[in-house]
């Protein structure tokens, strides 16, 4: 159950990311419920298992927006990640027909475990960095907060201004990248690579591959001397991201040992 929540709302994430507009959530919510309730019923699955994942997928396309948004609620990922853990505490993990899946038979590769492989590689793309996103917005404290009142000197006439004085601010900065940008991209390479790597027993490139992350963001880091921000921001979207790649590979061993 857990491996089809998992499955049903990463593939609708990422087709929702595909929907402009505010149908983004019905599209995701579609998609994930067709995912999760037609394989659910098929494997025989308890009926009330099914209609609660169900409804896990549909609060979460609702609750958490696709598009990037500083106030990002933190309540969905808890939701969404207490429901995957206790669909793989409570079972049941049935095994698909036919046994092993054609083609896996040299790597000894159950069915089962494969459909578990498949959900938690979805899962670690949109939807684990819609994850990051609202545990980082958590972090600084829900958002950007209201824009600050304009400051400056008015000439009123009774209750009609006739002219201003503004103090000169700097222009936006329409070039600069958002921040976020590339961790669209990194984030699910480095997640899928970590779970790759623990799969294939190699602790020590993992290690590589996270002292590498932070020589290459060293720069940026011990730039930002003034306020630490931007220290906070790695270290707490890197631990939330390791984070999600090391649940994903516990399901998958869970499964493994069923």
Do not use: C, Y
């Amino acid at each position: 159950m857990a491996a089809l929540l998992l499955l049903g709302v990463g593939v609708g994430d990422i087709a929702r990311r595909r929907v402009p507009g505010s149908a983004h959530a019905v599209v995701g919510a579609l998609v994930a419920v067709g995912l999760i309730v037609a394989p659910g019923l098929a494997l025989g699955l308890p009926v009330a298992l099914v209609v609660a994942a169900a409804l896990v997928a549909i609060v979460w396309m609702l609750a958490l927006r696709i598009d990037d948004d500083a106030r990002a609620p933190w309540w969905p990922v808890a939701v969404l990640l207490a429901a995957v853990a206790l669909g793989a505490w409570a079972g049941p993990w049935p095994s698909l027909p036919n046994g092993p899946l054609d083609g896996w038979a040299a790597f000894d590769l159950d069915s089962t475990v494969a459909l578990v492989i498949l959900a938690v590689a979805v899962s670690l793309v949109t939807t684990a960095n819609l994850v990051t996103r609202a545990i980082l917005a958590a972090a600084r404290g829900g958002g950007a907060g209201a824009p600050a009142a304009a400051s400056g000197w008015r000439l009123r006439l009774g209750s009609r201004t006739i002219g201003s004085i503004e103090p000169r601010t700097a222009a936006p900065a329409e070039s600069a990248p958002s921040p976020l940008l590339g961790g669209r991209i990194i984030g699910p390479l480095e997640r899928l690579l970590i779970v790759l790597l623990a799969l294939a027993g190699a602790p020590t490139l993992i290690a590589a591959l996270l002292a590498a992350k932070g020589i290459v963001r060293f720069p940026e880091i011990s730039a930002d001397r003034g306020t630490g921000s931007k220290a906070e921001e790695f270290l707490i979207g890197s631990l939330t991201s390791w984070g999600l790649a090391g649940l994903g590979f516990l399901l998958i061993v869970a499964a493994q040992n069923a």
